[in-house]
Each structure stands twice: as structure tokens, then as C-alpha cells.
């Protein structure tokens, strides 16, 4: 199975503090202060997106509650916008409500039936859950919409879920076009280099590892174990020690460093 990296966002404290009835409390500014704005000056739209990026970065840490209570706060903000929409979406998700999930994905595209992400999105929980064939013909739709920005994304998605449903050609073509449309994402070049690994394409992988690199994206127990598997491929055993120290040194107790030691790489 390919293991999904996502790069969790610096988590954001707990809003807190004593306020007049008349302020509100809209975010928090870079120093974590609480930013306050009287109720007549408030940008409505602008708080909502605030609190749905707040609820995002505590879903990247599975602080559900917050989550979600930030996500109630922006309802009332600005209800029925397609980031709120989508939020949840991915909030129900997370928690395994699987029917709230889905109706909430379905809700969105049929309100913004052009939004490429709303399909990204709900393409990759279908395949999530593994309803392939639905998951890859969202995923489809939202590569055919032609102001989509994000078509790398789509077809990353697209890569992993072929690959889980076993499908190799079409995920290996997947890949290469999510590269191909300026994907860059962590995920991106560990799982394809996974995948260039698996299928026999040594030198593939260390290339997209290099480009993980390149990018300055933190090594992880999953991306130095990896690097370790790679340079065991390429003779270069040098590396792989070196790998495999800095794997020892920083993530002592995962589970990378156990197979480390035991020698299975």
C-alpha cells in the first residue's frame, strides 16, 4: 500500500479570552494573539475562511473537536460556501461518518458543479473507501473542468486510487501526468518514488526522493526508510547508513527504525 504523506499545518492554539459584547474574536494574527473586531467592522466572508483554515489545521493534527467547533463558528459567518461545504466534507470523513461525508461532497457539487476541487475531494474519499471505479470517474470530471488550477492534484489522487484498486498502467500514467501539470507536493514524490521502487525503477525513485529533497520537505520514519530501500537498490551502501543513522537518531521509537535494526530493508 502507499503510504500518504500530508505536511500537517503549524497547529493554531485554542481561541480564548475576555471580550465586550460588541467584539468578536476573528482569528489569530503570526505571534498566536487574538485579533478582535467589533461587530460592525467584521468581514463576514473573510472571518469564515479564517475559522475554516483554523479548522483545517486542527483536522492535520485530529483535534476533531476544535475542528469542528470552528467550523459551526463559520457556518454562522457565511453559510454554504464551497470551502465550508468541502470542510466538512473532509471533517466527516476523518471521523468515519461515512454518510455525512458523502452527502456533503454531493451537496457541494451540486450547488458548484464546476469546482474541480469538489470532485478532487470527493473522488479521493470514494477511493478512500473503496469505491474505485466512482472515486477515478470524479477524479475524471474534475481534470475535464477546464479552469480547474488544480489538475496535478486530481491526478495524484487519481495515481494512488488506480494503484490501490490494482490497476499499475494507469496509475504509473497517472503519476507522470500529475508531474507533468506542476505537482509538487511531498505526497507526490514519495508515492510515485514507492511505486518506482515496487516496480523495479531504482534509479526513478532516488530521482523523485532527490526532488522531495530539493524541495526542503522534512525527512519523516516513512521517507528515510525509503531513502534506505532505494540506495540498498542502487549498491550505494554507504548512503543507506547514513539514511538509517539519522532514522535511528530522530525517530527512534517508529516503526522504520525497529525494521532498521532487524535488517528488513
Not at 470552528?70 to 454562522?76: D, M, S, Y
Not at 472515486?135 to 495524484?156: D, H, R, V
Not at 526513478?204 to 534506505?228: E, S, V, W
Not at 537498490?233 to 543507506?240: F, I, P, Q, R, V
Amino acid at each position: 500500500m502507499l503510504n500518504r504523506l500530508f505536511i500537517a499545518v503549524v497547529m493554531a492554539g485554542m481561541l480564548t479570552g475576555c471580550i465586550t459584547s460588541r467584539e468578536v474574536i476573528v482569528g489569530r494574527d503570526a505571534n498566536g494573539n487574538e485579533i478582535v473586531r467589533n461587530v460592525g467592522n467584521i468581514d463576514y466572508q473573510k472571518a469564515a475562511l479564517a475559522r475554516i483554515n483554523l479548522a483545517h489545521s486542527f483536522m492535520d493534527q485530529k483535534m476533531m473537536s476544535s475542528a469542528k467547533e470552528n467550523l459551526n463558528i463559520a457556518e454562522g459567518y457565511n453559510p454554504g460556501t464551497e470551502q465550508l461545504e468541502l470542510a466538512w466534507g473532509r471533517y466527516y470523513s476523518i471521523v468515519g461518518d461515512v454518510r455525512n461525508a458523502e452527502e456533503k461532497y454531493k451537496k457541494v457539487i451540486a450547488s458548484f458543479p464546476n469546482s474541480g476541487m469538489a470532485f478532487t475531494q470527493y473522488g479521493g474519499f470514494l477511493c478512500d473507501n473503496k469505491r474505485y471505479d466512482e472515486g477515478l470517474q470524479n477524479l475524471m470530471q474534475a481534470i475535464s473542468i477546464p479552469k480547474f488550477a488544480l489538475i496535478g492534484n486530481a491526478y495524484e489522487r487519481a495515481a494512488v486510487c488506480a494503484y490501490e484498486s490494482g490497476q499499475k498502467e494507469d496509475s504509473k500514467l497517472y503519476f507522470e501526468q500529475a508531474i507533468n501539470y506542476g505537482g509538487n507536493s511531498a505526497s507526490l514524490f514519495y508515492n510515485y518514488a514507492v511505486f518506482a521502487l515496487e516496480g523495479g525503477d531504482a534509479k526513478k525513485a532516488d530521482q523523485l526522493m532527490r526532488n522531495y529533497d530539493m524541495f526542503q520537505y522534512p525527512d519523516t520514519p516513512q521517507t528515510l526508510y525509503l531513502k534506505i530501500k532505494i540506495s540498498q537498490a542502487l549498491g550505494e551502501y554507504a548512503s543507506s547508513e547514513i539514511f538509517g543513522r539519522k532514522l535511528i537518531k530522530y525517530f527512534p521509537t517508529s516503526e522504520e527504525t525497529k525494521k532498521f535494526k532487524a535488517g528488513d530493508y
